[in-house]
């Protein structure tokens, strides 16, 4: 089989509660706000951050609260 | 009353354990449910009576059951018995049909057919002897005695097959005829809007912020105080001669009927339903509030406790549910241009049956009291019969635009018709006209507010424009503001910013002004800045190669690239445009679920190995806050394809770093039970235990050790008086302490026993 066709080994993370900015200085105003830094486990990217996953809605109101409008993918 | 009921146990609730149950939100299941807790003799006769032979065994109550559910799912058998049904039955079973309950309390039934002129025990109990009605088995369970008069209080509900209520026919009552006035002016009729705008605001409210509920199903206190201050949704009917009670509550309970708002699967929210509600239900949604209010019994037109009541007496009002359909049933039956005042109707219920206006169905557990004797007690009979009708028909049903009202012209008394949408809803009608379109109904002002005219207002519209636009006021003339958030709003429920435009433009009387335009497609360009995944899939690469080869050839579904985060992912939103065509999948993790154990201890106590098949990004988090990764050690040589396991030490320096993070010796016994499946190991709580300042010192001293060829020496050394007195604790076989103030006294000893001590 070729490299081409072969399936690629991979492992999935489903049901992943994330934030993706658009460019990482937006992502950094974000992690400015401590109240949401704490919410947020990791920076897995300049843009993209790992929220905890029981705290999606606290997340979310934190970021309106910021003045945020965020495109909510569910 | 004589009522068939089961005597199975009661079904098990299916949310809490899972077990086999009747479904409550399936109907004709817990008819059958209900049914088959009869006992086998019973259903026979059940079964003899509607005229047919079980084929199943004789004892078999369950086969038998499902026989005489089966005979009621065939439409044309199901027909066939309404038809046989006489006046009084049709009605019993057009109050189910009316109302979209298949569920009624006896008692409620009982009330409703009496209004309606019926024996009401004579009919449950003819519907019940046929198994055309069936005592809810999940319900108290009542004997087959019969009370004097009516069911009692706390009497059981009733089921109905759905397939029996959902096509009956209306008759309407007509005997005794009603009296109908002259001539009337001042006719008011609402337009109907109201109800479905402030619908609509309650429902784009809960979009942008659902409520939360106590786990008795009331609102948490902020959410309630956020109803009640949102004037639009809990301020009076503008369009009713009378005032209904709780208009939120009125409005809440009916968007949950209608669904366009429902609990979420956590049962503690309610959220909005999605924005397709508008586009499928538009066109009968007038009639779907008019079948929702028809069978509310969450909400009352009467309310109030009475004021001599105890805090523990039931709230009054509760008969006024049941009134609710069998007066708009009377009214029914008049000609579409006949008026009746409220005076005569009221007087006509009087001789139809004298308890129409009860407000508890306390009474009849006071079985004692003559009913007389009770109704004589009541103060101003003719004022509560009026009030009775002025809340019922004046107040929620006029608001709905199910009721008109206007003054008798002779003697000013308040009569009453139903509209042409009230006879629709009560099924004596066809649909009402539509009124003429109205297409540029809006004003767009460059300050983004919106005035909308009621007159091109339909409920499809009302459901676009609730996806962007927020209701403001109510009134005459209606207001909506765009906002950043409403606009947000509008993407969320999947509306483009270009469609948003359409609507405004095509509505509007002006030109869309400049500034207003600017500002939504501003607004919608800002909402991409941050995108919120609430359930995204990450695919994990083992190398950064093998990721960037996946993201320059793959694509989703609709052609779109998949997005690369970091060194090793992609990320994917919706979960279909996983391409598992090209992937084997090694692991994979769910993070709804709890953490896996994926760290084991190795003997030092402070490295841990992680097992790459069960690690999550949440690891790497965790780990870091009081751990460093080592270098790895490379692969297997065993299983070279085997991915490299990786480390993480634990140093007092990370250790401190965690503490000085938040991290307790509680948390971290937490962390060291989820993740390795046991307490944390020794040397790490010595790194963890608590800060000792101001504790003592641990103390290390030198000390003088005699080492004694053998045992047996020792023993003799720490037997014998001359020696014994100057040794400390034996710490070994041939080994003990010699406290260093008794060295000369013990090495002198010795020397006496021939022995010479050498001291180093």
Known sequence: MTRAHARVPVKLHRNVTLIRASEP?????????????????????????????????????????????????? | MALISGSGPTPPHPARDGAPTTPADDPR?????????????????????????????????????????????????????????????????????????????????????????ASAEDVINGLLKRGLLVVAADGPIVGTSAPQRGPSVEGPDLLIHPALSSGARIRPPIDPPIPVCEAVAQIREADGLEPILRLAALWQRLGAEPVRLTQTGALYKRDRERIAEDAVISGPFRDAPADAPDPAGLLMELAKRIGLIHLDSSRELLVASPADFWTENAVHLPQMIASAWLGLRSWREWSETEPSASSTAPAVGE???????????????????????????????NTVFPDWDRLSFRDDSDATEPRRARRERRPSRGGQAKQTLERV??????????????????????????????????????????????????????????????????????????????????????????????????????????????????????????????????????????????????????????????????????????????????????????????????????????????????????????????TDLLIDAELGRFADETPALGPDPADPLRPTERRFVITPASLRRGLELGLTPSLLTDWFKRRAGTEPPPAVKLMARPSQGG??????VHRLVLHVPSVELLDGVMQHPMTRSWLGDRLGPTAVEVPEEHADQLRAALRELGVEVEIS
């Not at chain 2, 807790?37 to 065994?57: I, K, M, N, Q």
């Open chain 2, 319 to 349: 008969p006024l549910i049941y009134l609710r359909p069998a007066l708009m049933l009377w009214l029914a039956g008049l000609a579409p241009e006949d008026w009746v005042t409220l005076d005569d109707l009221a007087e006509h219920l």
């Open chain 2, 695 to 700: 504790a003592k010192p641990w103390r290390a």
């Open chain 2, 393 to 614: 028909l004046l107040g929620a049903a006029s608001a709905l635009g199910l009721v008109r009202s206007a003054d008798e012209k002779t003697t000013g008394r308040k009569a009453v018709q139903l509209t042409a949408l009230g006879r629709y809803a009560m099924r004596v009608d066809s649909p009402p006209a539509t009124p003429p379109p109205f297409e540029k109904f809006l004003f767009a002002q460059p300050n983004l507010d919106v005035i909308a005219y009621r007159q091109g207002l339909t409920p499809r519209l009302i459901g676009s424009l609730s996806q962007f636009a927020w209701w403001t006021k109510i009134d005459a003339a209606i207001e909506m503001r765009l906002t950043r958030e409403s606009i947000a709003g509008g993407l969320q429920w999947g509306m483009s910013v270009g469609r948003m435009l359409e609507i405004l433009t095509r509505h509007s009387q002006n030109p869309l002004p400049s500034a207003l335009k600017d500002a939504v497609e501003r607004w919608a360009s800002h909402r991409e800045r941050v995108v919120f995944y609430e359930a995204a899939t990450l695919i994990e690469f083992d190398s950064r190669r093998d990721r960037d080869h996946a993201v320059e050839r793959w694509t989703k579904g609709n052609g779109e690239p998949f997005i690369p985060v970091g060194e090793r992912f992609i990320l994917v939103e919706d979960p279909r445009d996983v391409p598992t065509g090209r992937i084997s999948t090694t692991a994979a993790r769910d993070y709804r679920l709890p953490p896996e154990r994926c760290v084991t201890v190795e003997d030092d106590g402070v490295t841990l190995v992680l097992d790459p098949s069960r």
């Open chain 2, 29 to 117: 299941r817990a008819f059958r449910w209900s049914l088959s807790r009869l006992s086998p003799t019973v259903l026979r006769l059940l079964a003899e009576r509607r005229g047919f032979e079980p084929e199943a065994d004789a004892d078999d109550g369950a086969a038998i059951a499902a026989e005489l559910v089966d005979q009621l799912d065939d439409p044309t058998i199901a027909a066939a018995i309404r038809e046989r049904l006489d006046e009084n039955e049709r009605s019993a079973v057009a109050l189910f049909g009316l109302t979209e309950n298949p569920r009624w309390p006896a008692r409620g039934l009982a009330h409703a057919l009496s209004v309606l002129g």
């Open chain 1, 25 to 74: 200085i937006v992502a950094e105003e974000l992690m400015a706000r401590r109240s949401l830094a704490r919410l947020v486990l990791a920076r897995l990217s300049d843009t993209v951050l790992l929220v905890k996953p029981d705290e999606a809605d606290a997340a979310v109101a934190e970021l309106k609260k910021m003045g945020q409008t965020p495109r909510i993918a569910r």
